[in-house]
């Protein structure tokens, strides 16, 4: 409705929260953007030492580490 409403709204649906954007005053659908993985949990960690990591993590049987050392050491303790 005109002067009515506004064109962003954030909203908990299924105890997940998110964003819902009306780019578009001539389309129904809003756009929804997950917000999940902004949550600080989600924050990217070393399965080793729980450091937080930035992009450039290895990669070993889907888990991730922050160097080799933390790798070995996850090796060697399986
Ligand atoms: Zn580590």
Redesign the pocket.
Same mark, same amino acid.
């Given at each position: 409705m005109d002067d009515e409403g506004w064109p962003i709204g954030i909203e908990i649906w299924q105890g997940r929260l998110r964003l819902i954007i009306f780019d578009d005053i001539n389309r129904e659908d809003p756009q929804i953007i997950d917000l999940e993985n902004a949550r600080e949990t989600a924050r990217t960690r +070393?399965n080793?030492?729980g450091?937080e990591m930035e992009t450039d993590s290895i990669k070993w049987k889907g888990l991730l580490?922050?160097?080799e050392a +933390?790798l070995d050491a996850c090796r060697a303790a399986q």
């Amino acid at each position: 409705m005109d002067d009515e409403g506004w064109p962003i709204g954030i909203e908990i649906w299924q105890g997940r929260l998110r964003l819902i954007i009306f780019d578009d005053i001539n389309r129904e659908d809003p756009q929804i953007i997950d917000l999940e993985n902004a949550r600080e949990t989600a924050r990217t960690r +070393c399965n080793w030492c729980g450091k937080e990591m930035e992009t450039d993590s290895i990669k070993w049987k889907g888990l991730l580490f922050c160097s080799e050392a +933390c790798l070995d050491a996850c090796r060697a303790a399986q």
